[in-house]
């Protein structure tokens, strides 16, 4: 059997064990009234009521996808330590780092399912109440795919060395800094000292810039853009998920399962 299967094999187990998880229905289910809560909004409005209704699609989508991205991520790994079936998976031919592999692959097919149920419900809304559908939108749900993508190896990454608690917390606060480091960065420009500016600086290149994935600003209001405004982000966050999955599995490989 090679290395892609295996990594092939755990990923659908993950997704199996993933599906039964009580907490990933009910924050689908929140993201779906929230989205339904921005149709009843949007009737009360008599201007801008497309853009508040995409607006309300939008956040619910990105918000409770990030959430049931952590929350459910950040214990995979931890329940197979603790039910001990960890033992009995790393004694076959399966290396810690294709068991690491196929957790995050699974975990991140998990969510880009609900993500596309949320879609689904998304466009069905709009087409219901008329709000235009453009490029725009394709390729705003395309970046919070990799947005996810990125936000599942920050877990995978955490779950790889530390508790649940803490791995959340951990991931929760990446992904508040990943959307804040820009105004940081900026702030730290204006400042008059040296040091600041550069630690500000630094600090940006470091964390994830998760902003470069907020494309919905440009679809609800049908703004253009550039070939570039898709593809560089989506390069920086491939790049970014390869960085944090080589040092979880460096991390994993070290750890003391015992």
């Given at each position: ?87 009995t998976i790393l ?162 490989e070290r750890r003391?399962?015992?």
């Amino acid at each position: 059997m090679s290395a892609w299967l295996r990594i092939w094999t755990i990923a659908i187990n993950t997704l199996r064990e993933a599906v039964r998880n009580k907490l990933l229905y009910t924050l689908l289910f929140f993201a779906i009234a929230l989205i339904g809560f921005g149709v009843i909004l949007s009737t009360l409005s008599y201007v801008e009521s497309e853009r508040i209704l995409q607006d309300f699609g939008f956040a619910g989508i990105r918000l409770f996808s990030v959430a049931i991205a952590i929350f459910v991520g950040v214990s995979l790994i931890h329940r197979e330590v603790d039910r001990r079936t960890v033992y009995t998976i790393l004694s076959k031919p399966l290396s810690r780092a294709e068991f690491l592999l196929g957790k995050y692959v699974g975990l991140l097919v998990t969510i880009w399912l609900q993500a596309a149920i949320m879609i689904g419900f998304f466009v069905v809304v709009s087409i219901g109440t008329g709000a235009p559908l453009t490029a725009a939108h394709a390729v705003a749900f395309g970046l919070a795919a990799v947005e996810l993508a990125v936000i599942v190896a920050v877990a995978t990454l955490f779950s790889a060395f530390t508790t649940p608690m803490l791995a959340s917390f951990f991931s929760v606060g990446i992904w508040a800094l990943g959307h804040s480091t820009r105004e940081l960065r900026d702030i730290g420009a204006s400042s008059e000292s040296v040091s600041i500016q550069q630690a500000t600086a630094l600090f940006h290149r470091v964390m994830p810039d998760l902003e470069s994935f907020n494309f919905s600003i440009q679809a609800a209001h049908g703004l253009a853009f550039a070939a570039s405004d898709v593809w560089l982000p989506v390069a920086y966050g491939l790049g970014y998920v390869g960085i944090l999955l080589v040092a979880a599995v460096a991390i994993f490989e070290r750890r003391d399962l015992r």
